[in-house]
C-alpha cells in the first residue's frame, strides 16, 4: 500500500492518511498538474467482485453531479504499480471536501437548534432525490459518511456500495463486509429471516431508514446499535424520542416515519419528504385565512366607526381587542418566535 511521500503516476503526490475503510484507503494528495490538493481512495481488496464495486463507484460519482456529493474528473480513475510491493493498485481521484465528518462531530455536539435539524435534513433529502433521481440507492447513510463543510453545507461520501435500482437484488458476495452498518441499515438490507418483512427487498426506501437513524445520533448523542434504545415489541418502533428535549414532535414523527420497519409503510419519495419538512417549518397562522380576512375587514369598519364619533359598548370593545389579537397573530407572532428559535 502506498505511503505518504509516494508520487503517484508522476502526477499525485501522496500527503497523509485520512481513513481506513472495508473497501479502500483514503489518502490526501497534491494534484501536481491542477495545483490543487485532492484525495485518492485506494482499493484495498484485490479480488474481482471488490473491484467491478470499487469501478462502479467511480461511474457512480462520475454520472451525479451535485453540490452535496464530491466530483471526479473524467481521468480520476488511476492504475499505477506500487513502489512498496510492485502489485497493481486502483485508486479513484476525488474532490477533496473540507470539514469534518458528522460522526466526529458528535464527539462534542448534538443537534439541540429545531433549525438545524430542519436544515440538515433538507440539504440530505435534497442529495438523496439526485440519487435516487439517476436510479441510485447509496445503502450506507450515516455520520461518518455525511461530511460538514466550514460554511454549514452538508457532502454525502462514500458510494462504495451503492445498487443501481434497475439491477437486480444482489446479496453479500464480498467475505467479511456487509451491506450498510448496523444501527444504521434497514431491516431488509439484513437477515432473510426476519419475520413478516415484505419480500426482503431494498430500494430507495432503505435510505430513508438509515437517514432516520442517523437523525437519531445525531439528536440524542446516542448511537442506535448498542441496545442503549429499547424498540417496542408490538410497532418495532425505536424508543428514542424523550432523549431529543426541544424538538418538535412533527419533526420527530417524520423521522420515526422514516425508520417504519415495513418499506411500504415509509415515505414514498424525497418530494413527500420535503413537503412535511416544509409544513414543519411554514409560517402559517393560528386562524385560517378566511378568519384573518374578515378579522382586517372588521377591524376597518370598527375604525371607522369610531372616526365618525361612535361611541362602542363592551361588547364591540371586546370583539375590537379579538379581531386585533388575531392580525397580531397573523403579522407577527411566528416572525417573533423565529427570532427567538433556539
Avoid at 76 to 100: D, N
Avoid at 142 to 164: A, C, T, Y
Avoid at 185 to 197: C, D, T, V, Y
Wanted: aromatic content about 10%.
Amino acid at each position: 500500500m502506498i505511503k505518504p511521500g509516494d508520487m503517484i503516476n508522476n502526477r499525485y503526490h501522496v500527503l497523509q492518511e485520512l481513513g481506513d475503510g472495508a473497501f479502500g484507503r483514503t489518502f490526501a494528495v497534491e494534484d501536481r498538474l491542477r495545483n490543487d490538493q485532492k484525495v485518492i481512495k485506494i482499493l484495498n481488496l484485490n479480488i474481482p467482485k471488490a473491484l467491478e464495486l470499487f469501478k462502479q463507484e467511480y461511474d457512480v460519482l462520475n454520472r451525479l453531479n451535485h453540490p452535496g456529493i464530491p466530483k471526479v474528473a473524467m481521468d480520476g480513475y488511476v492504475e499505477f504499480r506500487c513502489f512498496h510491493t510492485q502489485e497493481i493498485l486502483h485508486g479513484i481521484v476525488m474532490e477533496k471536501i473540507e470539514g469534518q465528518d458528522l460522526k466526529r462531530w458528535l464527539e462534542n455536539n448534538k443537534i439541540t437548534n429545531p433549525k438545524q435539524a430542519i436544515v440538515w435534513l433538507e440539504q440530505l433529502i435534497d442529495i438523496l432525490g439526485h440519487v435516487h433521481q439517476h436510479n441510485y440507492c447509496h445503502r450506507d447513510i450515516k455520520p461518518s459518511n455525511i461530511m460538514l463543510k466550514p460554511d454549514g453545507q452538508l457532502v454525502l461520501i462514500d458510494f462504495g456500495i451503492v445498487k443501481e435500482l434497475t439491477q437486480q437484488d444482489q446479496r453479500q458476495t464480498i467475505p467479511s463486509t456487509k451491506i450498510g452498518t448496523p444501527g444504521y441499515a434497514s431491516p431488509e438490507q439484513g437477515e432473510r429471516n426476519l419475520p413478516n418483512l415484505e419480500n426482503f427487498q431494498f430500494d430507495y426506501r432503505s435510505d430513508f431508514f438509515s437517514l432516520g437513524r442517523t437523525f437519531v445520533h445525531l439528536l440524542t448523542e446516542i448511537y442506535p446499535g448498542n441496545g442503549e434504545l429499547n424498540i417496542d415489541s408490538r410497532t418495532l418502533k425505536l424508543l428514542w424520542r424523550d432523549k431529543a428535549p426541544g424538538i418538535s414532535e412533527k419533526f420527530k414523527d417524520l423521522i420515526d416515519d422514516l425508520m417504519e420497519y415495513e418499506p411500504r409503510d415509509r415515505p414514498k419519495s424525497t418530494k413527500e419528504i420535503l413537503k412535511r419538512i416544509n409544513s414543519i417549518d411554514a409560517p402559517a397562522t393560528s386562524f385560517s385565512p378566511y378568519i384573518v380576512y374578515l378579522s382586517f375587514v372588521l377591524n376597518l369598519v370598527l375604525l371607522t366607526l369610531l372616526a365618525m364619533g361612535f361611541t362602542l359598548n363592551i361588547g364591540f370593545k371586546l370583539l375590537f381587542i379579538v379581531v386585533i389579537l388575531v392580525i397580531a397573530d397573523f403579522l407577527f407572532l411566528h416572525q417573533i418566535q423565529s427570532l427567538f428559535k433556539l
